[in-house]
């Protein structure tokens, strides 16, 4: 059980990706993770984090199936580089895309027609703080600004 690994009473636990959070075991000093090529790098940096609590050294070694997809293998060599976890996410992102801000993807490029949220992430508290200033001194201009740059989109932007 977990608390006889806690305790010290075994020294090994073979467990699934559940320990990923909530689990705080200081003496856990070694993690094989098998079968990394499947797990995004959210959930490696989540395994990852379980060991190295304590006083002590800790490794963690990523076990993958050859042949790995240049994704996984970008994803490995992320890992390998940093345990920076902004870091990793700005990595994340760039390699699969934010997705959709009014939509249902969760991967993928988004469809801006000029901005790229990775470059320009420095750009949105101003953009942010404009789209304000607009909305309040002329909201009759809003609809139609919205209509004209998400086009259909737009009916999420109002659920």
């Not at 990852?48 to 970008?74: F, I, K, N, W």
């Not at 949220?117 to 789209?131: F, I």
């Not at 309040?136 to 609809?143: L, Q």
Request: charged share 20%; proline share 4%; glycine share 10%.
């Amino acid at each position: 059980t977990m608390q006889s690994f806690k305790s010290g009473a075994i020294e090994v636990l073979v467990a699934t990706t559940v320990i990923e959070v909530g689990v705080d075991v200081p003496n856990a000093s070694l993690m094989v993770i098998e079968n990394a090529e499947r797990l995004g790098l959210a959930q490696l940096h989540q395994l990852r984090g379980r060991v190295g609590r304590g006083p002590g050294e800790a490794h963690c070694v990523l076990l993958y199936q050859p042949p790995l997809s240049r994704t996984a293998r970008e994803r490995l060599g992320i890992l390998r580089e940093s345990d920076d976890g902004f870091v990793i996410a700005e990595k994340d992102m760039a390699l699969r895309g934010p997705g959709e801000l009014l939509g249902t993807r969760q991967t993928g490029q988004v469809q801006f027609r000029i901005a790229d949220l990775t470059r320009d992430a420095a750009l949105m508290e101003g953009v942010h703080d404009a789209a304000e200033t607009i909305a309040e001194s002329a909201p009759a201009a809003v609809a139609p600004l919205i209509a004209r740059w998400l086009g259909t989109a737009a009916m999420y932007a109002e659920a």
